[in-house]
C-alpha cells in the first residue's frame, strides 16, 4: 500500500514538474502595492524599472533570441495610475478605448475585447498590422487584469500566429500575486 501512495504520488510530481516546463517563480517590490510574484519562463530575461512620480514598475520579459516577440508587465494601485473609476465590468470598454487608434492599421479593424482567467478577471484584445515594414512584429496585444486595487496592464508585441506566445503571456498575467 505505501509502494502504491509512493508511486501515485511520484507520478503526480513528475507530471506537474514536466507541464510547468523551464518556469521560474520571480518576484519583484512595487512601492504602491508590495511584492509582486509572478512565474515566467527561466529563458524570458527580465529588466525592472520604476515610474519616478506614479511608482508605476515596468517588468519587461524578454525572449531567449532577439526578436520573437516583446512583453511588457505594469503592475501599481489604480489610485497611483489615476484610474480610480476603472471595474470590472468596464475592462472591455477600456482596453476598446486604449486600443482605439491603432485599430484603422489592422487587419480586424476594430478592438475585440476577450476576458481570460479562470475566473474571467482579464480582459485583452488582439491586432494584427495590416502593413507592417521590414523587421516590425504583425501582432499587437495589450490587456488589463484588476486585483482589488491593484491593476495589472501589459503589451505584446509578436509574430505568434499560432497564440502560443499569447498563451504564456496571458498565464503569466493571470498567475501576477500581491503582497502586502
Known amino acids: 500500500m505505501r509502494i502504491t501512495i ?4 511520484c507520478s503526480i510530481f513528475l507530471v506537474a514538474a514536466h507541464a510547468t516546463g523551464n518556469d521560474e517563480t520571480r518576484s ?17 530575461k527580465p529588466i525592472e524599472r520604476h515610474h519616478i512620480n506614479f511608482g508605476t ?21 489604480l489610485a497611483h495610475m489615476r484610474m480610480e473609476a476603472l ?8 482596453l ?10 489592422s487587419i480586424e479593424d476594430k478592438v475585440s475585447a476577450i476576458r481570460f482567467g479562470a475566473k474571467r478577471d482579464g480582459v485583452y484584445a488582439r491586432l494584427t498590422d495590416k502593413a ?13 487584469r484588476l486585483q ?4 495589472v496592464l501589459f503589451t505584446l ?13 496571458l498565464q503569466i498575467v493571470e498567475n501576477v500575486q500581491f503582497e502586502q
Open 157 to 169: 508585441y509578436s509574430n505568434d500566429t499560432d497564440g502560443a506566445v499569447l498563451q504564456k503571456a
Open 96 to 105: 476598446q478605448s486604449n486600443m482605439a487608434r491603432a485599430a484603422p492599421q
Open 148 to 151: 482589488g486595487s491593484k491593476v
Open 6 to 9: 509512493a508511486l501515485v504520488f
Open 57 to 77: 514598475t515596468f517588468y519587461r520579459l524578454l525572449p531567449p533570441q532577439k526578436g520573437l516577440f516583446d512583453f511588457e508587465i505594469l503592475v501599481n494601485d
Open 132 to 144: 507592417p515594414k521590414p523587421g516590425e512584429f504583425v501582432l499587437f496585444t495589450q490587456g488589463v
Open 87 to 94: 471595474v470590472d465590468k468596464d475592462l472591455e470598454i477600456y
Open 28 to 44: 519583484f517590490k512595487n512601492e504602491n502595492v508590495g511584492k509582486v510574484t509572478l512565474v515566467a519562463p527561466s529563458d524570458w
